[in-house]
Structure formats: structure tokens, C-alpha cells
């Protein structure tokens, strides 16, 4: 089963956090979410987070498509709740609190915003829907599937399939419009057994380390590419 991932065109705000604040595409984004989608194979199912920068382009261009009869809005997959900060510009934010803006420059990955979601929960979030698709994947035999969603969905779910640390997402590009291909694979009981062995061996004989069983899925990252229309 093939996944595309597609972060959402440019917004017509200037948000510095733009979480659940639920504002639409610019005429740029519009066309950037466009180009991203013509490069694609028509998918069997589309999966879209509800936010309108998400879902309302998506809707309009694939339901042109014959062969596509609905596009399923998955609140799980919104972007994380930036709480009292969550649409502010940069220089609203500094205005508002410029000591707790300091304090998440230094540390994103540690500083809790008043009302936000936290990164562990959004984490958890992310990563219970991304399980939850890919049964709903398997159960429906679909080879392709699409999913319109968010910067930090994305992020999230990049660490997971790569084994990634935080700071090392902020080296990777995941600009308007982008796309993240995975291929995901269901592997059998028998074979997640003998591949753990296999890692067992490994891990005794290089410092002991313990390794965790396989999960059901063999996930591997296809591709990562920009929208080629900057602003």
C-alpha cells in the first residue's frame, strides 16, 4: 500500500503558529496544492484533516474525479493545538508574552503554551491514527491512499518511520505543498518473529542492546519532495 502525505499550500494569514486556527488557502497555496496533486496517481481513498487549508481544496479537486465519490474528513489528523498563541503572528505572540516566546525559541520540544495540546499528546495522537489508517488500508484492499494534512502530522510521523530524534526534523525541508510517499507493507506473525530473533542476535552481539518486536507494518520512506511554486 502506497501513502502520500500532502501538507496543505500556503495560508492567506501570517500565523507563526498556525495550529487549529482554521483559516484557507492563498491563491498561491491553491495552486501550489494543485501542482502537488497533478504529480500523483489517482488514489483509491483520500483522507483529509478537517482544517480548511486541508480539506477544501482536496474535496473540490478530487471529487471532480470520477472515480472518487467522497473524501473523509479525519479530525486526528489536524495539526497540533498551539493554545492562546495558536494563529497569532510572530510579533503578536512577542507583544502578548515575549519571555514565554523566548523560552520556546530555546526550547520548542520542552515549553508548554498556556492551553496547548503537548507534544507527547499530539505525538500519540498522530500516531494512533497513522496505525488506525493503515488498518482501514488493509481492511478496504487499497494499494493507494492519499492524505491531506499538516507541517507537524508529517513531522511526526517522519521521526516515527526513520527512528529520528526532535532536533533532527528541523533539518529536513516540509515546505508548503510537500509530499511525504510511504510504502507500507503487512508482514506476517511468522515473519515478525523471526526478524526480531534476527535483531536479537544483532543487538547481543554489538553492546547488548535490546531490541523492541517488529510492529505489523514494514514502512518505508518512498520519496520526500517539495512543491516546486515558492512564494
Known sequence: MRIDFIR?????DNAFL???SDTGLSFLGQRQMRRTLDDINLPELVVCSPA???ADLAQS???EASSITEVELWDDFQERDFGIWDGLSFEAIQALDSVGLQKYLDQ???YEISGSETLEAFETRVKKVFRKL????LEKEVDHLVVVTHGGVMRVLLKQVLGLNDFALFQLEMGFASRMSLECIETSPENMMAFAEQLEQLSAQDSGRSVEKPDQYYIKLLEL???PLKA
Open 52 to 54: 480548511k487549508r486541508s
Open 8 to 12: 496543505h499550500g500556503q495560508c492567506n
Open 108 to 110: 520548542p520540544f520542552n
Open 225 to 227: 519532495t517539495q512543491c
Open 61 to 63: 479537486y478530487y471529487l
Open 134 to 137: 493503515l488498518d482501514y488500508g
Open 18 to 20: 498556525r495550529g487549529r
